[in-house]
């Protein structure tokens, strides 16, 4: 098993399960386990054994026996670290993945080089960043460049979700 891929095995910080008891047991199981590092082991070798042309999730499910959560979430945890990438073309319904070394047989515009960030993702980034400068503030004290950079961060918290209920309100009507 890979030392590398050990790091990655919580997907957003759930192993890849939803909020439902039987996923997050299965997940906290996989990851307790090193299913999840193996996992990644798995699809990284079979998408370098692909080669440049890479596999839908549904081609990697296929030749390793895993359903649509494994795949997903072991691709993500694999694509968010950079060692997989995402094809923009797709292949039965479904963007085909990458091993990081067929890169550069790919122009910027035909790839996908980082995930998609959902809307939780992006409040986590925040956050996170936020809380970093709270910190940071903090420990050095509360200079005005610390105060100026923590608002910044609060107004964009506050503008994004503005934007979010705005869009969410107009996709209601």
């Known amino acids: 098993m890979s ?4 790091l990655f095995t919580n997907y957003g ?5 939803v909020n439902r008891p039987a996923s997050v047991a299965r997940a906290l199981a996989d990851i307790a386990s090193g299913k999840l ?4 082991d798995d699809l990284l070798r079979l998408l370098d054994t692909a080669g440049a042309q890479g596999l839908t999730w549904r081609a990697c499910g296929s030749a390793l026996g895993l359903h ?3 795949v997903s979430g072991a691709l993500s945890n694999l694509h968010g670290c950079g060692m997989v990438f995402a094809l923009k073309e797709t292949r039965d319904k479904s963007h085909p993945y990458c091993h990081i070394k067929y ?6 515009d035909a790839r996908y080089d980082e995930p998609v960030r959902t809307r939780n993702s992006r409040d986590r980034e925040l956050q996170a960043q936020l809380l970093d400068q709270v910190r940071e503030a903090m420990r050095l004290g509360w200079s005005a460049e610390a105060i100026t950079t923590i608002e910044e961060v609060v107004s964009m918290m506050n503008a994004y979700e503005r934007l979010s209920k705005q869009l969410e309100s107009e996709s209601k009507l």
């Open 3 to 6: 030392e590398q891929l050990d």
């Open 13 to 17: 910080d759930t192993g890849g399960y």
């Open 37 to 40: 590092s193996q996992r990644q």
């Open 68 to 70: 649509h959560g494994q």
């Open 103 to 108: 890169r550069d047989d790919w122009e910027a």
